[in-house]
């Protein structure tokens, strides 16, 4: 990796020596010694290592500065309801000269033209909202919804449009404040101040932060994983919630003005509590015994300022599902801030001992693997430990206890260290290529694990979900070319097949002798693309599972194809490896015996009907405002939501004892004291949801089943691996 950073360094300082020889042939090289000329050449710099070092190597032309337009334009009001169309057909003006402008110029001029209009609307919002709450008059009887997704929509035509837009929302939230019992005085108070808020934290921005919403406009037209990080960024959270700090455990991004949850990181509060989940939406913030602060269209840094705090003191959070959008769409969630318990990012594992349809027993082992982490020993004795080390002694005690098959979970696993996925793989496979990542000159590295040795060759099946990203892919990826390894679950994984460096910006400009006037602060910017060792990119199509099982996540927008401008599906060569054919003479026998179960089992027939009527929410993403419909629709959620737990009770009394097994014992001759599944998920609920809200039950339902799916499908794979028979031969 440090050899990527350093080529993209070069090709940065390449391209800022042209931008900047070029203004010197004209005869005024910017000389940055006040904040106006730091903002020119940060701004210079920024698209010119876009232009050349982005790995698509797209110049900024009228097609793309048209884009930059719209996309600056969204990140200011993702929902489209406050700029009109004739401020978007007014603006257009800058197209024609907007790539000569910020390329060769520097001239962000248009960035703070265009702010000021949308402070002017977010005035003319407030005004019009605080006028209709002091005597509103909503009808709740009738059959009007509102949309709850208007990334796509067009743009109110006028101001009367514009206002007609407000009083719907308005409506909405109304209803919303209603449904939780509030007083009309309340309700009309609260949300005047929602709306008072938006405004005086808007006007209260910086020119820095305005460029950096500028900027990062740009570089979301590359693709989405790219970003200028402002100085205020990278020094309050440096992209995303820090581990060292106190806070939810998230990674948090911005999504058309949401504050998004990127990733819920193993161990942390949000983890914990099982409310959180990957595309859920923030809208607001409240500290305890403080108001709620809306964080819609907040700038991502300050919305973390907001939910970061003193360890041991608790926040409320005011959540939207990710793609839902009925009635229990929102909920509230408080959380303890807390640091990542460290004991809860490490790799784990349980034996279970299961009895099969024929009288026997299979011991099978479970490795959840929550991220791929490197040198996360907080101890000098603890500096080689990493998820490769922590996993090779968990599989040695496994073997030690004779499993006949182990499930490595990787559901919730976001990524992490490329190396360690590299060398996880290679605990199952001898030495061979396991990942090519193809740069932005088109070089191709082959990137293999050199070790012969194997720690597990017993039946493997490997459980995935759209969560399982990046490194995860990689690893998922190889041993599927490699047929060593059954996918089991989501149709298919995330999909982000791209590899980003974060280029600090202040060195680039320091080697070619422009100063600055403060930290021009960083670039995050694509520098490559993973292949598997079959050739195929995991970028947008990630892996697709071998058995595919019923999903609540599989139909969201949590996915690499549903971001804006991802770079395309592509190929390359395949490497020098050797297919070992452990899975495909089993395939049909596994997907018809596990098609039987998922066709009879009662669980499954309530997760389909739990994943049809959120399908239809999602696909709608429309709200109702008739009022006695909301009520009906709160009160089937709290139903749903017990007889969900009451499942998940039943589920979890019919299961059989587990051993577990953590790096603390793993050294300790034979096996701990038997745990309970039951057990284990009242400590793992530890910080509960404070709402009637549905969605966290059928989730952990809906998780539970495809873990025991999972494995039911690798006691199958064990007794078919080991039968004489052949596979279709082998009774259900």
């Not at 599972?545 to 194809?561: G, M, N, R, T």
């Not at 051993?659 to 910080?687: M, W």
Request: aromatic letters at 6%.
């Amino acid at each position: 990796m440090n050899r990527r950073i350093r080529s993209v360094a070069t090709l940065a300082v390449f391209a800022f020596a042209t931008a900047t020889s070029a203004l010197s042939c004209a005869g005024h090289r910017a000389q940055a010694s006040t904040p106006a000329q730091t903002e020119a050449n940060i701004a210079r710099l920024t698209t010119n290592i876009l232009e050349r070092s982005q790995f698509a190597h797209h110049a900024l032309d009228s097609e793309l500065a048209a884009k930059f337009l719209d996309s600056y334009f969204d990140a200011l009001d993702g929902t489209r309801s406050l700029f009109l169309q004739t401020d978007v057909d007014e603006f257009s003006r800058y197209q024609a000269t907007l790539a000569h402008a910020i390329r060769d110029q520097g001239d962000t001029s248009a960035a703070r033209v265009i702010f000021k209009r949308y402070r002017e609307r977010l005035e003319e919002r407030r005004v019009y909202v605080a006028e209709t709450l002091k005597n509103p008059s909503f009808d709740f009887t009738g059959q009007e919804t509102y949309s709850l997704d208007r990334e796509h929509a067009a743009r109110p035509r006028d101001a009367a449009a514009a206002r007609e837009l407000w009083k719907q929302q308005l409506k909405a939230e109304y209803l919303q404040e209603k449904l939780a019992s509030a007083e009309p005085a309340q309700i009309a108070s609260k949300l005047t101040r929602r709306y008072e808020q938006q405004v005086s934290t808007m006007k209260a921005l910086t020119d820095g932060e305005v460029l950096e919403v500028y900027l990062s406009a740009l570089a979301h037209v590359y693709d989405p994983h790219s970003d200028y990080l402002g100085r205020e960024q990278m020094e309050s959270l440096s992209i995303s919630m820090s581990l060292s700090l106190f806070g939810i455990g998230a990674s948090l991004e911005s999504v058309d003005g949401y504050c998004t949850i990127r990733e819920v990181l193993p161990g942390g509060p949000a983890a914990r509590s099982g409310a959180l989940r990957p595309g859920d939406r923030i809208v607001n913030v409240a500290a305890a015994g403080k108001e709620p602060v809306d964080i819609i269209n907040m700038p991502l840094s300050r919305a973390v300022q907001l939910i970061r705090g003193p360890k041991d003191t608790a926040v409320t959070l005011t959540v939207l599902a990710a793609g839902a959008s009925d009635a229990s769409a929102q909920r509230t969630v408080r959380l303890v801030r807390d640091k990542i318990k460290l004991e809860d990012q490490e790799a784990k594992a349980r034996i279970l001992d299961i009895k099969r349809p024929s009288g026997s027993t299979l011991r099978l082992g479970i490795l959840e693997v929550p991220e791929f982490y490197a040198g996360m020993g907080q101890d000098r004795k603890d500096e080689g430990r990493s998820a490769t080390t922590d996993v090779a002694l968990l599989l040695v005690k496994l073997k030690a206890e004779k499993v006949q098959g182990v499930i490595l979970d990787v559901r919730q696993n976001g990524g992490g260290s490329l190396a360690e996925a590299i060398s996880l793989t290679g605990l199952f496979i001898k030495k061979g290529p396991v990942v090519q990542t193809r740069a932005a000159t088109g070089s191709v590295d082959v990137e293999s694990d050199p070790d012969p040795g194997v720690v597990y060759d017993g039946p493997l099946v490997v459980l995935t979900s759209r969560f399982s990203a990046s490194a995860t892919e990689i690893l998922a990826g190889a041993l599927q070319d490699y047929g060593r390894a059954v996918i089991v679950g989501d149709s298919q994984t995330f999909g982000k097949g791209t590899v980003q460096s974060v280029l600090p910006l202040g060195p680039v400009m320091d080697k070619n002798g422009v100063p600055h006037a403060y930290d021009p602060g960083a670039l995050k910017i694509t520098i490559s693309k993973f292949y598997r060792p079959g050739g195929s990119s995991t970028q947008l199509r990630g892996v697709a599972a071998d058995v595919v099982l019923p999903s609540i996540s599989d139909f969201s927008d949590v996915s690499e194809s549903a971001l804006d401008n991802p770079l395309p599906w592509s190929s390359v060569p395949p490497a020098d490896y050797k297919s070992l054919n452990r899975v495909k003479p089993y395939l049909d026998a596994l997907r018809q015996q596990s098609s039987r179960r998922l066709a009879s089992e009662s669980g499954f027939a309530h997760l389909r009907e739990d994943i049809t009527r959120l399908k239809k929410n999602f696909e709608g993403k429309t709200v109702s405002l008739n009022e006695s419909e909301r009520r009906q629709d709160l009160s089937r959620a709290k139903d749903r939501k017990l007889e969900r737990e009451r499942e998940m009770t039943s589920l979890l009394s019919q299961e059989p004892t587990a051993y577990k097994i953590t790096l603390k014992n793993v050294a300790t001759a034979g096996l701990p004291a038997a745990t309970s599944s039951k057990d284990e998920a009242k400590a793992d609920r530890a910080i509960p949801v404070e709402d009637s809200n549905d969605g966290p039950a059928v989730q952990a339902l809906a998780d539970r089943l495809i873990l025991d799916e999972g494995v039911k499908i690798l006691a199958d794979f064990a007794e078919l691996s080991r039968a004489p028979k052949p596979a279709a031969a082998l009774a259900p």
